[in-house]
């Protein structure tokens, strides 16, 4: 059992920054394709990014495309969501997800992804 622990949210201005941090404790695979997804109050779960396993593939929502990147450490087994730019509409819980993923399109699904964390809150101020 992967149980992932996110951390490195918070609260911040408008056009700061922030970086999210991803990883797994107890059992782990270093094989796994690793994911942020994020959620607003009242609106559907949406894809952010995701990792493949090696860290050769890297897959970006629209609306983050240019400003987040999601990089791995592999030493570590630690992904990291270095946010820049940040926007008000940006604010939502963040969870990391993990599973082993290794085709198109399934990295963007949240279905595909078997765990998850527990969530952290980012929430960017106007």
């Known amino acids: 059992q992967v149980q992932l622990v996110e951390s490195g949210g918070g609260l911040v201005q408008a056009g700061d920054s922030l970086r999210l941090s991803c990883a797994p404790s107890g059992r782990t695979r270093t094989s796994y394709a690793t994911a942020w997804f994020r959620q607003a109050p009242g609106k559907e779960r949406e894809f952010v990014a995701a990792?493949?396993?090696?860290?050769?593939?890297?897959y970006y929502g629209v609306s983050v495309k240019g400003r987040f990147t999601i990089s791995k450490d592999g030493a570590k087994d630690t992904v990291y969501l270095q946010m820049n730019s940040l926007k008000p509409e940006d604010t939502a819980v963040y969870y990391c997800?993990?599973?082993?993923?290794?085709?198109?399109?399934?990295?963007?699904?949240?279905?595909?992804?078997?765990?998850w964390g527990q969530g952290t809150q980012v929430t960017v101020s106007s």
């Open positions: 990792i493949s396993w090696d860290g050769s593939k890297t």
């Open positions: 997800a993990a599973d082993s993923i290794y085709r198109d399109p399934y990295y963007s699904m949240s279905e595909a992804y078997g765990y």
